[in-house]
């Protein structure tokens, strides 16, 4: 099944990574089964996915040097709490900066883009094309789990992330996730 790179990242994996690692209990098995079947093939994918985003060899000990000494700048600006520990915009994803100090960090900070801009614009194309792989798809050998072995438990946003891992169908199809049966469990046919 083809499936957009951004969706594999963004939501699959995320999603499939914590349903995997939650216990359900007992009563579950064809579901977590199915899970486990399809968390290979979905890591895979983000794993090769991600791989694009890193540093390229080439420069990554530079791309590490400067984000140490982005890192030692920022600190020196940045606002702590009582304890001392750094505050952080969860939004962003980046130390809070008090307004009044920030024009003192860009000029402290000049310096550090000044010398690795080169490294700086290498890693922006190794973004771009990152982003240019998001756009891309990847084909998925995804194995079907019935409806009706989902847990409860699983949340509205886990059942949307992994829709297409759901099958509704009435049919029986030979990519559905289904146990083999015990042979005390099998149905005896009338004669």
Not at 83 to 88: C, I, M, P, R, S
Not at 111 to 125: F, M, R, S, T
């Given at each position: 099944m083809l499936m957009r790179n951004a969706k594999i990242v963004q939501e699959m994996h995320p999603a499939?990574?914590?349903?995997?690692?939650?216990d359900y209990g007992p009563g579950h098995m064809k579901f977590k089964w199915g899970i486990s079947r399809n968390q290979d093939e979905i890591i895979k994918a983000y794993e090769k996915i991600e791989k694009v985003r890193q540093p390229k060899p080439e420069y990554a000990e530079e791309w590490a040097?400067?984000?140490r000494e982005r890192e030692e700048v920022i600190q020196l600006y940045a606002s702590?709490?009582?304890?001392?520990?750094?505050?952080?915009?969860?939004?962003?994803?980046?130390?809070?900066?008090?307004?009044?100090?920030?024009?003192?960090?860009r000029k402290a900070a000049q310096?550090?883009?000044?010398?690795?801009?080169?490294?700086?614009?290498?890693?922006?194309?190794t973004l771009r094309e990152y982003t240019e792989v998001?756009?891309?798809?990847?084909?998925?050998?995804?194995h079907k789990i019935r409806v009706d072995f989902i847990p409860d438990a699983v949340l509205a946003a886990e059942m949307t992330a992994l829709m297409p891992l759901w099958d509704d169908s009435e049919e029986e199809e030979s990519n559905v996730v289904d146990l083999p049966r015990s042979p005390a469990k099998k149905k005896k046919k009338a004669n």
């Open positions: 499939i990574s914590d349903i995997a690692g939650r040097n400067y984000l702590t709490d009582e304890t001392g520990k750094f505050l952080v915009d969860i939004v962003k994803n980046e130390y809070i900066l008090p307004q009044d100090r920030r024009l003192e960090y310096p550090v883009l000044d010398k690795y801009a080169e490294v700086i614009k290498k890693h922006n194309a998001l756009d891309a798809e990847t084909d998925l050998r995804i």
